[in-house]
């Protein structure tokens, strides 16, 4: 699993191509090759970029679903509609397709916003007004989703 970490201000140029920021691309070096999976988010109007090995792991847990159940069907669809796959050239820009650029209100000025395993592309206003609005209640927001995990240290000591 990769691990990925930082934002990084960016810009979208005319054609919809974006430069990898040097800090994150040496993060992503070991897996640049192989392509990445670009998507519409599911609760932002943003994109998500996903390494094809992490990619391949979301499409396993979406393959166990059911066909011959109406919703698990339509979620699939939905969930997989838009998806193209993205490749890296040799100056380290990938392109990001018109259709994504629109869903996504994509402007010149954009954020690449690491999401463990996977970078969300953010318009830069949406995203800083997005983050402003998740902090207002940050605290009460980690008691819920945290807090009711145990953690372990290495001798097994919580």
Known sequence: MI???????C???AKGRVMFPASLKKQLLKVISDGFVIKRSVFNQCLEIHPMN????????????NRFVKKNNDFIRSYM??????????????????????F?????????????????????K?????VAETLKDFGNLSEEVMGG??????????
């Open 54 to 65: 992490e990619w391949n792991k979301v499409v396993g847990q979406v393959s166990k679903l």
């Open 126 to 130: 949406k995203y800083e007004s997005s």
């Open 11 to 13: 810009k979208v140029d």
């Open 104 to 124: 996504a209100a994509l402007d010149k000025e954009i954020v690449l916003s690491s999401s463990v395993n996977m970078i969300e592309i953010w318009d830069k």
């Open 149 to 158: 995990q145990t953690s372990t240290d290495s001798n097994g000591l919580s």
């Open 3 to 9: 691990n990925i970490v930082g934002t990084h201000e």
């Open 81 to 102: 509609a838009g998806l193209k796959i993205v490749e890296v050239d040799n100056a380290g820009r990938f392109l990001i397709p018109k259709d994504l650029l629109s």
